[in-house]
Structures are given as C-alpha cells and as structure tokens.
C-alpha cells in the first residue's frame, strides 16, 4: 500500500511540474510557426483598409507589422468579420486582434494589453440638422433615427445614451455612415479617428460633431492567462512610443492625407 500511494504522489509531482512547461504560450507559439497572425475586419478607416492593389494597409497594419518584424516572424493578416471576431481569437485561428475598443463586457472574453490610442465615440449629422443638432443629447428622441456598425462601440454608445432614437445596425461602418450621408438616417456614432476621416472624405454630406461624449480607450486583445504575451505586448507597445516609431506611424495615417487616393 505505502509503495502504491508512494507512486501516486510521485506521478502527481511529476504531472504538476511538467504542466505548466508542457502548456505552450502563444509567443512560443509564433515563434515556432514563424507567423505571427492578426485579426483585424477591414474598412475601419484609418487603422484597417484594403487598397486598391488589394493591400491591407493602415495605421494599425503598420503597427502590426512592426511587431512582427521586432521577433523576426512572418506578418499574417486575417481579415475577420467584426461579428465573429473574438471566437476566431478563442479558437486559434489568430494570435492578436487589432483595433478593439476595451469595454469591460469584452474583458470577460479576452484579455487587452494596455491602451495605445483613445478613440470615443462622435457623431456624424446630416447637413439638415447642422443648425439644429449640437450636441449628441438633443438626438435622444423618437425623431431621430440613429446608425451604428453592429457590435461595436458605436452601438453599445447608442444603446447607453441614446436609447430614446430610433436604432439602425449594419454590418459595416461604411455602410451605416453612407445612409446618413444619403439623407436615409440623421446621425452616425463611431470613433472620432474614424469619423474625422471619413467626414474630410465626404465634405459637404455630412457634419462632424467632434467633440467624443465618451472615453475609448483601444488595446490589443488577446486570449486569456497569457501573462508573458501580455508583458511582451506592454514592453513592445513601450519601446515604440520611446523611440519615435509610433509617432511616425501615427502622422503617416492621421495627420497625412497622402494615402487616401490609395484606397479611393
């Protein structure tokens, strides 16, 4: 007996030492592959775009690449729809999703390195209303008819301060942006960088209320109980900013118009 109960306890040592070194996190992961993959859904202008060569390009696509390039893999894009973007992450289809607002109802799927940009949320109006909307408040009422891309922090936005307007939801953010600049819709909500952007590409059809009537802050996501992912994360997003590589990327895609003619 004593010799029976002598090898269950040694088997038991020896399965909680090699757990935890048999459980291979994803930067062990990548590096093995030699592929480094991020989730991203395309259109979400200017941080994830397809050119007209049929390139992703953009603010976040650069970032990306340059993490690649900081552990010498391979830059592997997978352009996901929004709407099921999380389970492609939870199910190893990525290793990384790109440009997620961090909303503590997220948080209970994925884990979010720290914040690299603040993008809350603005409204696009109709001209029509220019002299009689300025504030998100006054379209708080049944009269008005509201757009968002489904799933996203324009819709939950919507859904906190805005719950007296009449909701539109569409799959993409080009699309529900485009109905108000139709005259189909009154009013678009989504990020102020997406907004900005999208207003100076369509002068004249739509008008920015730019002041954010909410705090976005956006983080990279990642599965969750990876504590030396998330460290490289951190590190890597701390590095950039010291060395002057964010700053370049962020005036390439936010303060340069030059790359708009690439994707019109």
């Known amino acids: 007996m004593k010799k029976y109960l002598s090898l ?16 291979q996190g994803t930067l062990e992961q990548i590096q093995r592959s030699g592929e480094f993959r991020f989730c991203f859904e395309s259109g979400y202008v200017p941080f994830e775009m397809t050119d007209k060569k049929g390139n992703f390009i953009g603010f976040d696509i650069d970032i990306a690449k340059a993490m690649a390039k900081s552990i010498n893999t391979k830059f592997v894009p997978v352009n996901t729809g929004w709407d099921g973007i999380i389970p492609a992450l939870q199910t190893n289809k990525c290793d990384l999703i790109l440009g997620m607002s961090i909303t503590p109802e997220r948080n209970l799927s994925v884990n979010f390195a720290n914040p690299y940009l603040d993008a809350g949320q603005t409204v ?40 007296q307007a009449n909701a539109r939801l569409f799959e ?25 952007v999208y207003a100076a590409q369509n002068p004249g059809r739509l008008v920015h209320l730019s002041e954010a009537f909410t705090y976005g802050p956006m983080g990279w996501a990642v599965r969750q109980g990876d504590a030396d992912y998330l460290n490289f994360l951190n590190n890597f997003l701390r590095q950039i900013k010291g060395d002057g590589t964010y700053d370049r990327i962020y005036g390439k895609w936010f303060e340069s118009d030059a790359w708009v003619s690439r994707v019109q």
Do not use: C, M
């Open 8 to 23: 269950i306890l040694l088997g038991s040592s020896l399965s909680l030492l090699a757990g935890p070194a048999s459980a």
């Open 124 to 163: 696009l109006i109709h001209p029509k209303l220019a002299d009689t909307i300025h504030s998100y408040r006054q379209l708080n009422d049944a009269a008005y008819t509201v757009t968002a891309q489904l799933g996203t922090t324009g819709e939950f936005a919507i859904k906190r301060y805005l719950s």
């Open 172 to 196: 993409s953010s080009a699309d529900a942006a485009q109905e108000v600049a139709n005259g189909r819709a009154d009013a678009f909500v989504y990020d102020i960088s997406y907004n900005s």
